[in-house]
């Protein structure tokens, strides 16, 4: 017993140990953090531009049913009218003798608009035209009536966040840079795919071998849709988080199905085709992947760490001590796809009558897979776990393991640093990290022409109310969102040409 009594004291008497030397050393990290140096910027005076003129194009956009339902299946008749009324809405853009435009495989615009220095290497905006379909009766307002609030601070609609919002806001901005006469030094591409959503088999790639043609083999960088500047992704932080995805995860459909005798409901078997399938997809839901807290994790939650109020910051800033807590931790709500690959049964089929034993049952799987595992090790994976022979799994077509990791040093990285500084020169205040994106996007088509790879919505969305609007229900964006994203493309303009040569005489000794 006494011995017992000295084990439990030793161990008491290590953990305050511990959790004194965590507290000492978050204290120290705190007070000698150097204050975030003011983003330094050669084009202070780029001006400013409102989204009063943009909203009603906007509105416009939206209108357009631009739906995708699967590879090589979508809404021509709308894609094309969208495109003309694109055309037509920026008559001084595409009139411009810098701007030359192509329609690409019918549907998809690609915008090029010469630099005055033609040594620098061009950059590429991609967003996309199509948007996935809308289950009205989920809808409260008309999927693709464009609706505004009372107060005209937001409109609802599919497309408004994913993607039409980058459309016009990337037109918005090329329009106000013609308009005030500017010939960007360094050229730059808007790439407008029409089939993001089922692959971008006919749109971006289309667009990546039109460039390839066109004797384009480098980019400066290509920048896509992506993660957001994310308003409370954790209780507590009193600054919102601009992730900019620096990879995405790969993507894999699988096929579960299963073939068994049918015959007569009044002479059933124990389980039926779409019993032993559902038993099958149980399982892999109760059985998820497993949590990865890999250096990227580690370095964005050290990023945030700081920030966090008592006891988070030192349980944070201590991965040494807590790295498994804070791994738990994340693997709940909306960061766990951040640290594991997910499952999500996505379609389910079977039966045929209410009077007939159904021969056959089928449904998909869509796991978007952690950097660090390939398509193989999930799928091996699934087998131990459904461990049931009549269950036959079958990856689809169009499965792609995660994208490299693209160069993201904030200083020594030269177009990650453009794009940070351009975000907090837009958020002053945020929390800029380095994440892998956990949907997919047609950047998979552009890795070819450059290793600087990124994928970033500038748009604030707050994790509770509006993430699930991404392909859900009610769909919409703030005005000041739209306003916002116009403007990060336009100073994202203007800087791209100013750093080609950092300025060795311009330095902050507070630089990072
Ligand atoms: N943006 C789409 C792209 C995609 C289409 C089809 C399959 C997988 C991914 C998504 O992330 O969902
Ligand atoms: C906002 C994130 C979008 C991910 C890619 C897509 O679904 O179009
Ligand atoms: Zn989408
Ligand atoms: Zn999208």
């Known amino acids: 017993m006494r011995k017992a009594l000295k084990f439990v004291c030793a161990l008491l008497s290590l953990l305050i140990a511990l959790l004194v030397v965590s507290c000492i050393r978050t204290f120290l990290l705190t007070v000698s953090r150097s204050a975030a140096p003011t983003p330094c910027h050669r084009n202070e005076s780029q001006g400013y531009i409102t989204s009063e003129d943009a909203w009603p194009r906007?509105?416009?956009?939206?209108?357009f049913r631009t739906v995708s339902n699967a590879p090589h299946v979508y809404n021509r008749k709308d894609l094309q009218e969208f495109v003309t009324f694109l055309l037509q809405s920026y008559p001084q853009v595409f009139q411009s003798p810098h701007v030359r435009r192509d329609i690409i495989n019918e549907y998809s615009l690609l915008i090029s608009v010469s630099g005055k220095n033609r040594?620098?290497?061009?950059?590429?905006?991609?967003?996309?035209?199509?948007?996935?379909?809308?289950?009205?009766?989920?809808?409260?307002?008309?999927?693709?009536?464009?609706?505004?609030?009372?107060?005209?601070?937001?409109?609802?609609?599919?497309?408004?966040?994913?993607?039409?919002?980058?459309?016009?806001?990337?037109?918005?901005?090329?329009?106000?840079?013609?308009s005030k006469g500017i010939q960007p030094q360094r050229g730059f591409f808007l790439a407008f795919g029409h089939d993001e959503e089922v692959?971008?088999?006919d749109g971006a790639a289309r667009i990546a071998e039109e460039l390839w043609k066109r004797g384009i083999h480098d980019l400066d960088f290509v920048l896509d849709e992506g993660l957001t500047v994310l308003k409370d992704l954790f209780q507590g932080l009193p600054n919102n988080i601009a992730?900019?995805?620096?990879?995405?995860?790969?993507?894999?459909?699988?096929?579960?199905?299963?073939?068994?005798?049918?015959?007569?409901?009044?002479?059933?078997?124990k389980q039926t085709?779409?019993?032993?399938?559902?038993?099958?997809?149980?399982?892999?839901?109760?059985?998820?992947?497993?949590?990865?807290?890999?250096?990227?994790?580690?370095?964005?939650?050290?990023?945030?760490?700081?920030?966090?109020?008592?006891?988070?910051?030192?349980?944070?800033?201590?991965?040494?001590?807590?790295?498994?807590?804070?791994?738990?931790?994340?693997?709940?709500?909306?960061?766990?796809?951040?640290?594991?690959?997910?499952?999500?049964?996505?379609?389910?089929?079977?039966?045929?009558?209410?009077?007939?034993?159904?021969?056959?049952?089928?449904?998909?799987?869509?796991?978007?897979?952690?950097?660090?595992?390939?398509?193989?090790?999930?799928?091996?994976?699934?087998?131990?776990?459904?461990?049931?022979?009549?269950?036959?799994?079958?990856?689809?077509?169009?499965?792609?393991?995660?994208?490299?990791?693209?160069?993201?040093?904030?200083?020594?990285?030269?177009?990650?640093?453009?794009?940070?500084?351009?975000?907090?020169?837009?958020?002053?205040n945020v929390v800029t990290a380095?994440?892998?994106?956990?949907a997919n996007t047609d950047t998979k088509h552009y890795l070819s022409f450059s290793k600087h790879v990124f994928r970033h919505n500038p748009i604030v969305l707050d994790v509770k109310t509006e993430l699930h609007r991404i392909h859900g229900r009610d769909e919409r964006l703030s005005k000041a969102n739209l306003e916002s994203a116009i403007n990060f493309y336009y100073h994202l303009m203007m800087n791209a040409d100013s750093d080609e040569h950092p300025d060795k005489s311009h330095s902050h000794s507070s630089e990072l």
């Open 58 to 63: 906007f509105k416009k956009a939206l209108q």
């Open 119 to 178: 040594s620098l290497t061009p950059y590429l905006l991609a967003a996309h035209l199509d948007v996935v379909p809308v289950v009205q009766e989920e809808w409260t307002h008309d999927g693709f009536g464009a609706e505004e609030e009372d107060d005209g601070s937001m409109v609802y609609a599919r497309g408004a966040i994913d993607d039409k919002s980058n459309v016009i806001a990337q037109l918005e901005a090329l329009s106000f840079l013609i």
């Open 199 to 201: 692959g971008g088999h």
């Open 243 to 269: 992730g900019i995805g620096v990879t995405e995860k790969g993507s894999l459909h699988l096929n579960l199905s299963v073939h068994s005798e049918g015959g007569h409901s009044s002479m059933p078997p």
């Open 273 to 428: 085709s779409i019993g032993i399938l559902s038993a099958a997809l149980a399982k892999l839901e109760a059985n998820q992947h497993d949590i990865i807290f890999d250096e990227m994790t580690h370095n964005f939650v050290e990023s945030i760490s700081l920030d966090m109020p008592f006891p988070l910051n030192v349980v944070t800033s201590n991965l040494w001590l807590f790295k498994p807590l804070v791994a738990r931790a994340l693997a709940k709500g909306v960061s766990e796809s951040m640290v594991r690959t997910t499952t999500a049964v996505t379609m389910f089929q079977g039966g045929l009558k209410p009077n007939v034993i159904p021969p056959t049952a089928w449904a998909v799987i869509n796991h978007r897979i952690h950097p660090k595992q390939t398509i193989a090790e999930i799928i091996d994976r699934n087998r131990a776990v459904v461990n049931d022979k009549r269950v036959t799994i079958t990856p689809l077509p169009g499965s792609y393991n995660a994208h490299p990791v693209s160069p993201h040093h904030p200083k020594k990285d030269r177009p990650y640093r453009l794009i940070r500084d351009t975000l907090l020169q837009i958020y002053p």
């Open 434 to 438: 380095p994440l892998p994106l956990v």
